[in-house]
């Protein structure tokens, strides 16, 4: 595949042009010089052809990602699991010849065309051929709802295609995550094609007519896009301004052709989803508030239409079938016929469903329960019988081990109760030092931090039941603002940690810590954040009397 870098010649303007045609002729050849200069003077193009060959053509490790891929595929279809199919995604090599066949496209370079397709022809025939054979050894070969997704393609499909081509050929030529943006192309092209392979070994002309229309559309779709967003980039600016349109031509028209099939099945799918809507509210309409529609089973292909559903009612209703076939014809617009089971539910059986209502909101409620006691045990570190359930009155008291930390013990209780409003969960952590509260270098306002190592100290002093503390004020022997306004600062800070404690209801004393020989020896171990701190101490002397 050749490469070059783009060029062009300046017009110089006409004589006889008008004020608004040189006007707009030098904003043209302004917005020429950027594309120039930032989108095409920016791209490495041997690097990024000499890459692209390099994935375009057949080779031993991409036929055998070919199986592999497809086998995964395949198999993750017949046991619907997208889990599964993901993986086929992952390692699909479809990538490289797609990129090559838009690549080609875009600079008219017909050998690569030939390569890339026929990398592209071997490649999806040894897909559906392994795939067939996988299905007809396997003893699972009935259709699931991840191989019936892949068989009616409709305009969305083609939107999937065109965006994961844009962001595979942008990434090829940026040289950025090819990989990982190749699993998003893949994703469009292996899961249809493995249906192909399924609806071959089945015999079912209808799953492999649909998903070959969606492998081939995606893969036109796809080979497109990637050829206009090499155009974007400057590959192919030397052809011809007839070459060129006859590009645009072909690259238009196969979109319009692609697009206004699909763009009708997507009318359809969503005109079903309708109409299985309107079926649904007219049976539920003519039996009333007390029945419901078990089943609803809608034919759209017969003609006319043809919809089974089971409804469960306290009485049974005679005409109901003609009366609602009737409604559901002038509501659709179409013929239609209805086959409607009616199951008489008498007074006993709602009982009994009511009963088994309770029984399950029981059922569920000591799930809740045994659900909260394990999460209490796990963020307590204790074990399953130290911790007290009260299922009357809702209560969950645990004594935390001592091997779980105060600001850990505070934040888990936090947010049990949210998710368990309905319980009140009281933890009480192993008595021990409380969170030091920080401040900012030089600071003696409390910040968010601060105010959270306040809070949860006072937590667990309620816990406790501790009324009265001391807040002791503390500044770092350097990088803590200037040191002849230390024992304010001190000060400072015990007050404001004091207020945010009275806040709380206790009982709070006040002093300083000047920094001393242990505090230097300490700063050199832990540094000096670790005295830009009030330190909380609890006072477990008797509560005097008032």
Aim: aromatic residues 6%; charged residues 20%.
């Amino acid at each position: 595949m050749d490469t070059f870098a783009p060029a062009g010649t300046e017009h110089e303007p006409q004589p006889n042009q008008t004020a608004r045609q040189r006007a707009a002729r030098a904003r043209a050849r302004l917005a020429r010089r950027w594309w120039r200069r930032e989108i095409v003077g920016s791209v490495d193009y041997a690097n990024v052809v000499a890459r692209v060959d390099a994935e375009a053509g057949l080779s031993p490790r991409y036929l055998f990602m070919i199986l592999m891929s497809a086998g995964i595929a395949v198999l993750g279809l017949l046991l619907s699991s997208p889990a599964v199919i993901i993986g086929a995604m992952l390692i699909s090599p479809l990538m490289g010849p797609i990129i090559g066949l838009g690549f080609a496209l875009a600079i008219f370079e017909w050998r690569e065309v030939r390569r890339s397709l026929a990398a592209l022809a071997v490649g999806s025939a040894l897909a559906v051929v392994f795939c067939a054979l996988v299905v007809a050894l396997s003893p699972l070969q009935a259709v699931t709802p991840e191989i019936l997704a892949r068989t009616r393609p409709n305009l969305f499909d083609l939107l999937v295609a065109v965006f994961s081509a844009l962001a595979g050929t942008y990434a090829t030529i940026r040289g950025r995550g090819e990989t990982i943006v190749g699993v998003a192309i893949a994703t469009a092209l292996m899961p249809p094609l493995s249906v192909v392979g399924f609806g071959l070994a089945t015999g079912n002309a209808q799953v492999f007519g649909g998903a070959f229309a969606l492998f081939m559309t995606n893969l036109l779709a796809i080979a497109l896009s990637a050829g206009i967003m090499a155009r974007f980039y400057g590959f192919g600016t030397e052809l011809s301004p007839r070459q060129t349109r006859m590009q645009a031509a072909l690259i238009f028209g196969v979109f319009i052709l692609m697009s206004v099939p699909l763009a009708l099945a997507l009318r359809h799918i969503a005109w079903e989803a309708v109409a299985s809507r309107q079926v649904r509210s007219e049976i539920a309409g003519h039996f009333g508030d007390g029945a419901r529609v078990s089943q609803l089973e809608i034919d759209f292909a017969a003609d006319p239409l043809r919809a089974n559903a089971l409804v469960l009612t306290e009485a049974f209703m005679p005409g109901a079938e003609a009366a609602i076939g009737e409604r559901i014809e002038a509501r659709l617009g179409r013929p239609a016929t209805l086959q409607l089971n009616q199951l008489v539910v008498d007074q006993d059986e709602s009982r009994l469903e009511q009963e088994r209502s309770v029984l399950d909101e029981a059922r569920q409620s000591e799930a809740d329960t045994q659900a909260l006691a394990a999460a209490v045990t796990a963020f307590a570190r204790v074990s399953p019988g130290d911790v007290a359930v009260d299922k009357g009155r809702r209560l969950v008291v645990v004594q935390a081990g001592p091997a779980a930390t105060i600001p850990a013990l505070h934040d888990a209780e936090l947010r049990l109760g949210v998710d368990y409003p309905r319980w009140t969960i009281r933890i009480v952590p192993a008595f021990g030092p409380l969170p030091t509260v920080p401040f900012q270098a030089g600071g003696t306002a409390l910040n968010a931090n601060g105010m959270l190592a306040a809070r949860q100290a006072g937590w667990a002093l309620e816990r406790w039941g501790v009324r009265r503390v001391t807040v002791v004020g503390r500044t770092a022997t350097a990088g803590d603002g200037p040191a002849g306004d230390a024992a304010a600062r001190m000060a400072a800070r015990a007050d404001a940690v004091a207020v945010q404690m009275e806040a709380l209801g206790l009982a709070a004393g006040r002093l300083v810590d000047p920094p001393g020989p242990a505090q230097r020896a300490a700063e050199r171990e832990g540094g000096f954040a670790l005295f830009r701190s009030v330190a909380v101490q609890p006072d477990l002397g008797p509560v005097p009397a008032n």
